[in-house]
């Protein structure tokens, strides 16, 4: 079992920059694909962002490829989103989760508010 917390999140002017980190507890970090989710107030959640545990492949949502960047810190068991050039539309409360290469379980962190203001 892993815990995972969140944090960094906050308000931000439209074409600014912002970085949410997220911090994992409790089990082996190596073993969880870990990924970023978002979800808007009346929308639904969103896939934003992965990143492998090794070869530290990534895959991105259409709406943010070209200007979040996910990575990782294995020895310090760390992930981090890097948001570049935000859109109001980026405006959503971000979720850190780590999926269990093994078991394919997901857990999920309690989340952390981004407000992008026009």
């Known amino acids: 079992q892993v815990q995972l917390a969140e944090f960094g999140g906050g308000l931000v002017q439209s074409g600014g920059s912002l970085r949410v980190s997220c911090t994992a507890s409790g089990s082996t970090f190596t073993n969880y694909v870990m990924r970023w989710y978002r979800q808007a107030p009346g929308a639904e959640r969103e896939f934003v962002a992965s990143i492998e545990p090794y070869t530290t492949a990534t895959n991105y949502g259409d709406s943010v490829t070209g200007r979040f960047t996910i990575s990782r810190n294995n020895a310090e068991k760390m992930v981090y989103l890097q948001m570049n050039n935000l859109k109001v539309e980026d405006t959503a409360v971000y979720y850190c989760?780590?999926?269990?290469?093994?078991?394919?379980?997901?857990?999920w962190g309690q989340g952390t508010q981004v407000t992008v203001s026009s």
């Open positions: 989760t780590a999926r269990n290469r093994y078991t394919g379980r997901e857990y």
